[in-house]
């Protein structure tokens, strides 16, 4: 007989996690008005940012500062 507990809804990443988790920000880096508009962003406009970081490799170790600040 199959369980019928039902399992908790995944919490929905915000776009600032999503964005820091592929490497695009680093959020402490980013005040709380930038956080915000980033949070405005659409999914699609996060996932074309990802797959840009994906294309583009990740930024050396030590050296964030140096990743193009995308929302210039």
Request: hydrophobic fraction near 30%; glycine fraction near 4%.
């Amino acid at each position: 007989m199959p369980s019928k507990t039902k399992s908790k809804p995944k919490k929905k990443s915000s776009n600032v996690e999503r964005l820091e988790t592929a490497g695009v920000l680093v959020s402490e880096q980013f005040t709380d008005d930038d956080k915000k508009t980033v949070e405005k962003l659409s999914e699609t406009e996060v996932t074309a940012l990802i797959k840009l970081r994906k294309k583009r490799g990740s930024a050396p170790e030590g050296k964030h500062h140096l990743r193009p600040n995308i929302f210039v």
